[in-house]
């Protein structure tokens, strides 16, 4: 069965950078053929997708915070990484990984991560 | 990028009531649209796939229709654990973008 899982700081100062990881177990990523994903949700506000990255490396960002965004695999640890810089309060969210039902394509998410609550502030 | 608005922002109705509710893009994404379903402190749980395509395991009164701009998530008869939130999500192209939500209460 797969499962996905955030680990990171659950603090970050502003300006610094905040960094997860996502843990794939019950699958590889290696040849999976999927765009494994990173979506943020503010307290009491609306999903926004950050990035999407596939196995060979290949990434896709929102426009919006591709400027401080990068995300990365690691397939001899089957994860997946996440790094913002320059974190201000707007970046306080729950972020959740996720891996689309479609293969090979920006797809919709059924399998997602139980989320880790990150925190901007000094 | 492709903008997608949901309505009505909130929606509160009985059990065994129906629910509509919509979202609009602002240009066509074919088919490529999702229904997620949110409760309190919990991930998205995917319903809808495909505009039309139940996910597995989600019960028949959950509904999708629409193509083009315009769809529609319909609850049939709403039952008590069907209090959430409610997003759509648009595949077609990159960047990858969510609607604003619906959040439905039940009376």
């Known amino acids: 069965q797969l499962q996905l899982q955030e680990s990171g700081p659950g603090l970050v100062k502003p300006s610094e950078t905040l960094s997860l990881t996502c843990t794939v177990s019950g699958a590889s990523i290696s040849g999976s053929n999927y765009y494994w994903g990173w979506i943020r949700q503010p307290p009491g506000k609306g999903l926004e997708w950050i990035a999407s990255?596939?196995?060979?490396?290949?990434?896709y960002y929102n426009p919006s915070l591709k400027t401080r965004v990068t995300v990365s695999v690691d397939m001899s640890k089957n994860q997946f990484s996440l790094n913002l810089n320059s974190v201000t309060a707007a970046d306080t969210a729950v972020y959740y990984c996720?891996?689309?039902?479609?293969?090979?394509?920006?797809?919709?998410?059924?399998?997602w991560g139980q989320g880790t609550m990150v925190t901007v502030s000094s | 990028e492709i903008v997608l608005t949901q309505s009505p922002a909130t929606l509160s109705l009985s059990p065994g009531e129906r629910a509509t509710l919509s979202c609009r893009a602002s240009?066509?994404?074919?088919?490529?649209l999702a229904w997620y379903q949110q409760k309190p402190g919990q991930a998205p749980r995917l319903l809808i796939h495909?505009?039309?395509n139940r996910a597995t395991g989600i019960p028949a009164r959950f509904s999708g229709s629409g193509s083009g701009t315009d769809f529609t998530l319909t609850i049939s008869s709403l039952e008590p654990e069907d209090s959430a939130s409610y997003y759509c999500q648009q595949r077609l192209s990159w960047p990858l973008t969510f609607g604003g939500g619906t959040k439905v209460e039940i009376k």
């Open positions: 495909d505009a039309s």
């Open positions: 996720a891996r689309p039902q479609q293969q090979s394509v920006g797809g919709c998410f059924d399998i």
């Open positions: 240009q066509s994404v074919s088919s490529y």
């Open positions: 990255i596939f196995y060979s490396g290949r990434t």
